[in-house]
């Protein structure tokens, strides 16, 4: 069995193929391989959302190449936008040519609020806050036994001052709170919750909110590569040109909020895609990442890329990733358990890296295809397959309406239309005799 996450032509193999590939990869068992196609059952939906009536799927696919701290990864990837998969596999097998990727993450540390109103004096509430923190951790600690079993639970409480809101005076209190490999989200609100009498009777104060927040700042995941220039060759430009080129390109990013939302949406393609296939909270990964971009008052690029004195490219990504490994979607999701297994991790610091790893690969494929031969070029011919399917064909219809449009460089609903009747047209008088030679 090929232990190497590089495998040449993969997407030439047939779905079939591949799924058996993955699955003599991750030692799939039979039930667990049904998955790959089956997925969701509507009887699991049910418990999981309110007023359930059916499944919405979406693509899973795999993305080959990754080498991440030295260990070969095969990634899931749930999206619906074409080039994503190949995008990352592509800037995997660049990344690799200088080493691959290194990653690492801080703790898994997530923040409660506890907003508290009504206070005319809010130093000496924040005091009485501090002088009674091992109280209050004592309290958070004895909602979650078995988190606290496991080398979690509450690590801290801090106090922010806030003497000017539109509703006056307020002091919140941060919990500070390790997951393990828990996203977290329930655990903490249930620790915010049983807090929130003892803060109001400490403050004298009232407390209103009392929640997690999804800026998880104090749980990083960094991920780093360098990419050696003769990697970046192109046809038409050498190597040391398209690294220089993609400096630019990231330089637009870091001074331009307009370029950095494009440029971090990029970033998020790849993230979301294997947060969707954990079952992990995309949502929340989102509203982090953007918060994160702005942490210094002004939005900016996600992503560091520069040149070594060699003329190589590096580079560096680094934002909040709040995932899981148990509980939620991750423990309910039959396909989100598979994407695990596949991926080879248990626990939410490893996934946090992989997914780390992923995103600086997609930010990598798009930078790299932006300064040689633009975007479109690579996305043509997935964008028209889907146009083609979008106007009903089907089988070797798709392929063949798909080409006709890159050929003509038209892509469009409309054309697609046409062409997939004249192919239809020229088939029907084949078939009938009236034509032997349609091409």
């Known amino acids: 069995m090929n232990t190497s996450s590089q495998i040449s032509g993969f997407y030439r193999l047939s779905v079939e193929e591949r799924r058996q590939f993955v699955v003599d990869w991750a030692a799939l068992t039979a039930e667990q391989a049904a998955t790959l196609e089956s997925g969701l059952t509507l009887a699991q939906a049910d418990k999981m959302i309110e007023n359930v009536i059916g499944l919405h799927a979406l693509p899973l696919g795999i993305a080959t190449n990754f080498l991440i701290n030295g260990r070969d990864v095969l990634v899931p990837m749930v999206v619906e936008e074409p080039s994503v998969v190949a995008g990352a596999s592509f800037a995997a097998k660049l990344a690799r040519a200088g080493g691959g990727f290194h ?50 639970g509450a690590r801290d409480i801090e106090t922010y001052q806030f003497a000017a809101s539109p509703v006056g005076p307020m002091l919140v209190v941060h919990v500070i709170y390790d997951c393990r490999d828990a996203m977290g989200a329930n655990m903490v609100n249930t620790a915010c919750e049983a807090l929130a009498p003892l803060v109001e009777e400490i403050t004298g ?46 330089a637009l990013a870091v001074v331009d909020p307009y370029r950095a939302a494009t ?71 039959p396909t989100a358990r598979v994407a695990l297994q596949i ?71 409309d054309r697609a239309a046409q062409l997939l009747a004249e192919i239809r047209r020229l088939l029907t008088r084949g078939a009938s005799g009236a034509d032997k030679n349609p091409e």
Not at 209 to 235: E, F, G, M, Q, W
């Open 103 to 152: 990653a690492e993450t801080t703790e898994s540390l997530m923040i409660g609020q506890i907003q508290v109103l009504g206070l005319t004096d809010l130093s000496a509430a924040a005091g009485r806050v501090q002088a009674q923190k091992q109280r209050l951790l004592d309290l958070a600690n004895r909602t979650d036994p078995v988190i606290v079993s496991l080398h979690g």
């Open 205 to 250: 104060g009232r407390v209103n909110l009392r929640i997690l927040s999804n800026l998880a700042d104090r749980r990083l995941a960094v991920a780093r590569c360098v990419v050696p220039a003769a990697a970046l060759d192109t046809a038409d430009l050498p190597g040391a040109v398209v690294a220089q080129r993609i400096v630019e390109a990231h």
């Open 263 to 333: 440029h971090n949406k990029g970033i998020m393609n790849g993230i979301d895609a294997v947060v969707l296939a954990t079952g992990n909270d995309w949502r929340a990964i989102e509203a982090g990442a953007h918060a994160y971009a702005a942490r210094d008052g002004q939005y900016r690029a996600l992503s560091e890329w520069s040149l070594t004195a060699a003329g190589d490219l590096v580079g560096s990504l680094e934002l909040p990733l709040a995932v899981g490994t148990v509980g939620g979607a991750t423990r309910v999701h």
């Open 343 to 413: 991926m080879g991790v248990t626990r939410a610091r490893d996934l946090a890296e992989i997914i780390v790893a992923v995103g600086l690969a997609q930010n990598l494929a798009a930078l790299r295809a932006l300064a040689t031969e633009g975007i479109q070029r690579g996305h043509m011919a997935l964008h028209a397959r889907q146009m083609a399917i979008a106007a009903g064909a089907t089988g070797d219809e798709v392929e063949r309406v798909a080409a006709a449009m890159v050929q003509e460089r038209v892509i469009r609903g």
